[in-house]
């Protein structure tokens, strides 16, 4: 319940009592001490995805740990995609905001997923969550990688920023609303299995749906027996109530969750939900309450991709690949289709990529204008930089898309920090800003 301080205390088996910090939703750290951990310089995680959390030294940082099985969280059996067990976004958002409540940044501004987090059929799988120390505005980034074996490369499945909030929680007391339109549910999961998204008995908590206008409404709860000691908001539960959006157009393949902001966590421990869903053209806004209508969790925005089923055979190679197609822009002749921005000086010569003439008066406008970005050691003006540009051309009257232009930002061998950091960006503009 909010607003409940538990004051804790333990005595070790040599009688020395230790006194365990205060458990409330106030700016301060929440680990737990078991003499155990700490003798090897560890913290219990309190979680049960997590294992135990390291304090990087010389920082305000943290690493928090885990191991994951069919075998020890037979519950992710019962989200797969095209065949394959993937770890759920929302589960993605739990972490990070357990995280981010053990440093006193309970708020996730932001939440862009890259790659899904596959849970092998056999064996386990290790995820890392690290939160870095705070930047002077008190802002933390964060991000969840994984790996199957001890000498395999890690793979990077999110990254974010928590930072400490206030959002107020939305009630929904009244329930559902007087003028909203059920929605038939039969059929749901049998259309969303030949999707490729099959959902077992643990995520098939959607029981009722309404709607009014653009908005969706969503009642939903666990299985009986679902333990969600320990969870903020069970993963499964929180899936749920995202179900409805599959008939917000009556289209049964929607997408997954992909970028995530404004995430607050406002109560624990709920088994069912009331949801409210409001899409707009390119995101959903989210509010989250209890059974009663009491505030549970609030999402400001979350941008949702289509799903992409890989084939039978090769599956989680597929998931994970990276693959690049030529736009086929033309870069000679007399009257080029593109053109440079503004804001490139001196335009960059060579390797093909400069245009014989720009276009000339009565020429029209060229079908894209380049930016070259990145190539700098300062991470922060340049991607400042390029979202201040973003905004300008969002803003203006320019139809043209706007092509950002890096080198060595991407795939396995990174040379260029903040072009990658620019893409971090332009990912979420372009879910935001479809086509431009």
């Not at 990254?159 to 107020?168: N, R, Y």
């Not at 276009?359 to 003006?381: I, K, M, R, S």
Request: glycine share 12%.
């Amino acid at each position: 319940a909010a607003g409940v301080d538990l004051d804790w205390a333990a005595v070790h088996p040599g009688g020395r009592q230790v006194d365990l910090p205060t458990y409330a939703f106030q700016h301060q750290h929440y680990w737990l001490y078991d003499p155990a951990l700490v003798g090897a310089g560890l913290l219990a995680a309190t979680h049960p995805l997590l294992d135990v959390t390291v304090p990087l030294a010389n920082t305000d940082g943290a690493v928090l740990t885990g191991r994951w099985s069919l075998s020890t969280h037979p519950w992710l059996a019962d989200h797969t995609v095209g065949g394959t067990v993937v770890f759920p976004g929302t589960g993605l958002v739990e972490l990070a905001l357990h995280a981010g409540a053990q440093v006193g940044a309970d708020l996730l501004d932001e939440l862009t997923l890259h790659a899904p987090l596959v849970v092998p059929d056999s064996g386990s799988v290790e995820v890392q969550l690290t939160v870095e120390a705070p930047d002077p505005t008190g802002r933390r980034a964060v991000a969840v990688h994984s790996r199957e074996r001890d000498d395999a490369p890690w793979t990077r499945h999110a990254t974010g920023v928590l930072t400490a909030g206030d959002t107020p929680g939305v009630a929904l007391t009244e329930w559902p609303p007087a003028d909203a339109e059920p929605l038939p549910l039969t059929g749901l999961y049998d259309d969303l299995a030949i999707g490729g998204l099959d959902y077992g008995h643990t995520f098939q908590g959607l029981r009722r749906a309404w709607r009014t206008g653009e908005e969706l409404y969503a009642e939903v709860d666990l299985p009986e027996g679902t333990e969600t000691d320990g969870y903020g908001l069970h993963p499964a539960l929180f899936d749920a109530g995202l179900h409805a959006l599959t008939r917000a157009d009556d289209d049964p393949h929607r997408g997954l969750p992909f970028a995530w902001s404004g995430v607050a966590l406002h109560a624990t421990g709920a088994t069912s939900l009331r949801v409210r869903l409001t899409p707009s053209d390119s995101s959903v806004r989210i509010a989250v309450a209890d059974a009663v209508g009491a505030p549970v969790a609030t999402v400001r925005s979350l941008v949702l991709r289509p799903v992409r089923v890989a084939a039978a055979t090769g599956v989680a190679d597929a998931l994970f690949g990276l693959d690049w197609h030529p736009l086929g822009i033309t870069v000679t002749g007399t009257t080029p289709t593109w053109t440079w921005h503004p804001d490139t000086t001196p335009a960059p010569t060579g390797d093909g990529v400069t245009p014989t003439t720009g276009p000339g008066p009565g020429d029209g406008p060229p079908e894209l204008v380049v930016l070259p970005a990145g190539g700098t050691d300062d991470v922060h003006v340049e991607v400042n930089r390029v979202l201040a540009i973003a905004q300008r051309w969002l803003a203006g009257t320019t139809t043209a898309p706007l092509v950002v232009l890096t080198r060595g930002a991407v795939g396995d061998d990174v040379t260029d920090l903040a072009g990658a950091a620019v893409w971090g960006l332009l990912r979420s503009a372009q879910a935001e800003n479809p086509d431009r």
